[in-house]
């Protein structure tokens, strides 16, 4: 069941799965998406492994507080809310994992919080280096169809982009992205909200700094065909974080497909059992 949470003049949506007596894993989702991208099946088969699984729509997306024309906020307040949701469903303490824009608010939260953080996990990210290929968002950038106006064109528009950026070695089954994207568009639709995660991405500079003080062991996921952030951004990540282990996947691009759900988990649980190893 959704609840809600108080933090920085925002309510953020959240949902738990599994038992709470279990540690926690804390998922950040990306860019202008909604926490249901993290789907409950993913979020179920983790649970399956003894955690406890909690998920959160960033503010500016989805049933969290949309923001107005003229506020702005930063990524440091964006891993705030994170832990206003761990401080919600009383964790302590928990395994950060964080995909694309959630990579980046995971990497704030991890340098910031380390006493709230027990291993961190970053996906298809990148640490800010203005040397680093630049992500290719230029069809980010393009103007949707309003639904309201044509709805057919707004789900043909969300779905061409969905491909472009998807795992060309994981392919989703048919139908299943415009599907996802009828489901993220019933749900909640603020598309103001993008550019203002954006600027937020945007002030928060070259990140270096803050990972080489990240102390939680950490586990770096990024695909080889990653044409929306390049997989040197993960490399670059990996190296400033002392310790971090890289995996990149091959066929991988920047999208989470069922096919890749165990490649995901696993590098979770890794990132969990180093948490426990001795130091």
Request: proline share 6%.
């Amino acid at each position: 069941m959704a609840r809600t949470t108080s933090a920085g003049g925002a309510e953020i949506e959240y949902e738990t799965f599994g038992d709470a007596a279990n540690e926690t894993v804390l998922l950040i989702n990306g860019l202008g998406s909604q926490m249901t991208r993290w789907p409950e099946d993913f979020c179920r088969r983790l649970t399956a492994h003894g955690l406890r699984v909690v998920r959160f729509d960033n503010r500016d997306v989805g049933k969290s507080t949309w923001f107005k024309a003229g506020d702005e906020y930063t990524v440091s307040d964006m891993a705030a809310d994170g832990i206003a949701v761990l401080d919600a469903v009383g964790a302590a303490r928990a395994h950060v994992v964080g995909m694309s824009m959630g990579g980046m608010i995971g990497q704030v939260l991890a340098a910031d919080w380390p006493d709230r953080v027990l291993s961190f996990v970053s996906i298809m990210s990148n640490s800010g280096n203005p040397d680093l290929p630049p992500p290719d968002i230029a069809f980010l950038r393009q103007v949707a169809p309003d639904p309201a106006k044509d709805r057919k064109a707004y789900l043909d528009h969300a779905e061409k982009s969905a491909q472009h950026i998807a795992s060309p070695g994981y392919p989703w089954p048919a139908g299943a992205l415009r599907a996802r994207a009828e489901a993220e568009l019933e749900r909640a639709y603020n598309p103001a909200g993008v550019a203002r995660q954006m600027a937020a991405v945007g002030a928060s500079g070259d990140r270096r700094s803050k990972l080489r003080t990240i102390k939680a062991p950490t586990v770096v996921l990024h695909g080889a065909d990653d044409v929306l952030v390049p997989v040197e951004g993960g490399r670059d990540t990996a190296a400033n974080i002392l310790g971090a282990e890289l995996r990149v996947i091959e066929g991988m691009g920047h999208d989470l497909p069922p096919a890749l759900y165990d490649a995901f988990i696993d590098a979770i649980l890794r990132a969990v059992q180093r948490a426990h190893a001795p130091a």
